[in-house]
């Protein structure tokens, strides 16, 4: 038969209490630790499971998180709406629209499984704790309360550098890349348009410039041709007349020009017989005696008709008066003529070179 064990000694009376004074001798002066809670903020780990936040936005109502959920703490109440098609042509589709997102906490044991199999991330860890409530029944919190801790989830860790970037993070940022290259493209477009309406803007004042100098130039050369006219028609300035366009007076003094002659008496004298005249003048070398008359139908030299106390051609007559006025200096003989009124008495006869005299008139 084996031997007995040796029984253990007994402790010293009084060996317990001596420990515990020890290790209240050790702390005794080293400094405190306690968190001064509520005035400051305790530091807790970014993974610390104190609240669940929603994300309403994600949330399809697939009421997955319901259904998992070991302590049914989860109310999911929805509805669905029709949603016109996105092209025309296209099938209408109908989606699900929350109404009620609720989770009672009283309930809750915290184990995250509805986080985890939520196939659209609407379910986050917050650190948030102080949500302690006097009644049990107001720990049941709705949609509202769960979206405002939803803003207190701190961010994800960053992923490794060679790490898959997100399929959702990727579709964003191909949606935002597209919708940047389209508003870039009508930007430029809109650049395009305003640079081709600032040219033809321009083209459009070039040309108006041009037809204003191409009319400004026309009406230069009309106003030059205008006084080039009225230059050449105006007569050349006499003395004691004022040039053309000269502002100066013409002298009070100045004689009356040779034309304005006075008329002669009725019974004036005719010219002296000797008087030598042009042999191609169309008047005779004596002028016809006061008195007497052409015999009737002699005509005229250059137009053959018969004269009937008028000379209507052959002569001009001027600066005489109508009735019984002499018409002395014709312009062609310088020959004056007698006695040439209205009534024909005296009035001179005008055979051409070359040609008697009619009859009853005998050359003095």
Same mark, same amino acid.
């Given at each position: 038969?084996?031997?007995?064990?040796?029984?253990?000694?007994?402790?010293?009376?009084?060996?317990?209490?001596?420990?515990?004074?020890?290790?209240?001798?050790?702390? !005794?002066?080293?400094?405190?630790?306690?968190?001064?809670?509520?005035?400051?903020?305790? /530091?807790?780990?970014?993974?610390?499971?104190?609240?669940?936040?929603?994300?309403?936005?994600? =949330?399809?109502?697939?009421?997955?998180?319901?259904?998992? =959920?070991?302590?049914?703490?989860?109310?999911?109440?929805?509805?669905?709406?029709?949603?016109?098609?996105?092209?025309?042509?296209?099938?209408?589709?109908?989606?699900?629209?929350?109404?009620?997102?609720?989770? %009672?906490?009283?309930?809750? !044991?915290? =184990?995250?499984? =509805?986080?985890?199999?939520?196939?659209? /991330?609407?379910?986050?860890?917050?650190?948030?704790?102080?949500?302690?409530?006097?009644?049990?029944?107001?720990?049941?919190?709705?949609?509202?309360?769960?979206? %405002?801790?939803?803003?207190?989830?701190?961010?994800?860790?960053?992923?490794?550098?060679?790490?898959?970037?997100?399929?959702?993070?990727?579709?964003?940022?191909?949606?935002?890349?597209?919708?940047?290259?389209?508003?870039?493209?009508?930007?430029?477009?809109?650049? /395009?348009?305003?640079?081709?309406?600032?040219?033809?803007?321009?083209?459009?004042?070039?040309?108006?410039?041009?037809?204003?100098?191409?009319?400004?130039? &026309?009406?230069?050369?009309?106003?030059?041709?205008?006084?080039?006219?009225?230059?050449?028609?105006?007569?050349?300035?006499?003395?004691?007349?004022?040039?053309?366009?000269? /502002?100066?007076?013409?002298?009070?003094?100045?004689?009356?020009?040779?034309?304005?002659?006075?008329?002669?008496?009725?019974?004036?004298?005719?010219?002296?017989?000797?008087?030598?005249?042009?042999?191609?003048?169309?008047?005779?070398?004596?002028?016809?005696?006061?008195?007497? &008359?052409?015999?009737?139908?002699?005509? &005229?030299?250059?137009?053959?008709?018969?004269?009937?106390?008028?000379?209507?051609?052959?002569?001009?007559?001027?600066?005489?008066?109508?009735?019984?006025?002499?018409?002395?200096? &014709?312009?062609?003989?310088?020959?004056?003529?007698?006695?040439?009124?209205?009534?024909?008495?005296?009035?001179?006869?005008?055979?051409?070179?070359?040609?008697?005299?009619?009859?009853?008139?005998?050359?003095?």
């Amino acid at each position: 038969m084996a031997a007995a064990a040796a029984p253990s000694p007994r402790p010293f009376p009084g060996s317990g209490l001596a420990k515990g004074l020890a290790v209240t001798l050790r702390t !005794m002066m080293k400094k405190n630790v306690t968190a001064r809670y509520p005035d400051v903020q305790p /530091d807790l780990p970014p993974r610390s499971r104190g609240v669940i936040g929603l994300f309403e936005e994600n =949330c399809t109502v697939c009421m997955l998180c319901a259904r998992e =959920c070991p302590d049914w703490c989860v109310y999911i109440d929805s509805h669905k709406e029709t949603v016109p098609p996105a092209a025309p042509g296209g099938r209408e589709r109908s989606r699900n629209v929350l109404d009620r997102f609720a989770i %009672d906490f009283s309930l809750c !044991m915290y =184990c995250g499984i =509805c986080i985890e199999v939520c196939p659209f /991330d609407a379910l986050f860890w917050s650190p948030e704790f102080e949500y302690a409530e006097t009644d049990i029944r107001d720990l049941t919190h709705e949609r509202d309360k769960l979206r %405002d801790w939803m803003w207190t989830v701190p961010e994800p860790p960053a992923l490794d550098a060679g790490a898959e970037e997100p399929k959702e993070l990727a579709a964003a940022r191909k949606t935002a890349d597209k919708l940047a290259a389209q508003q870039a493209a009508e930007a430029q477009a809109a650049r /395009d348009q305003a640079a081709e309406a600032e040219a033809e803007a321009a083209v459009a004042a070039a040309a108006a410039a041009e037809q204003a100098a191409r009319e400004r130039h &026309t009406a230069e050369a009309q106003r030059a041709a205008r006084e080039q006219r009225t230059a050449g028609a105006q007569p050349p300035a006499e003395s004691g007349e004022p040039a053309p366009g000269s /502002d100066e007076p013409a002298p009070e003094n100045s004689e009356p020009l040779p034309e304005s002659s006075e008329p002669a008496p009725e019974n004036s004298q005719p010219a002296p017989e000797n008087s030598e005249q042009d042999p191609k003048s169309r008047t005779p070398k004596t002028a016809p005696q006061s008195g007497q &008359t052409p015999e009737p139908g002699t005509r &005229t030299p250059e137009t053959g008709a018969p004269e009937t106390g008028t000379a209507e051609t052959g002569t001009a007559e001027t600066g005489t008066p109508e009735v019984g006025a002499p018409e002395t200096g &014709t312009p062609e003989t310088g020959a004056p003529e007698t006695g040439a009124g209205e009534t024909g008495k005296g009035k001179a006869h005008h055979p051409s070179p070359g040609q008697a005299p009619p009859s009853g008139e005998g050359q003095q």
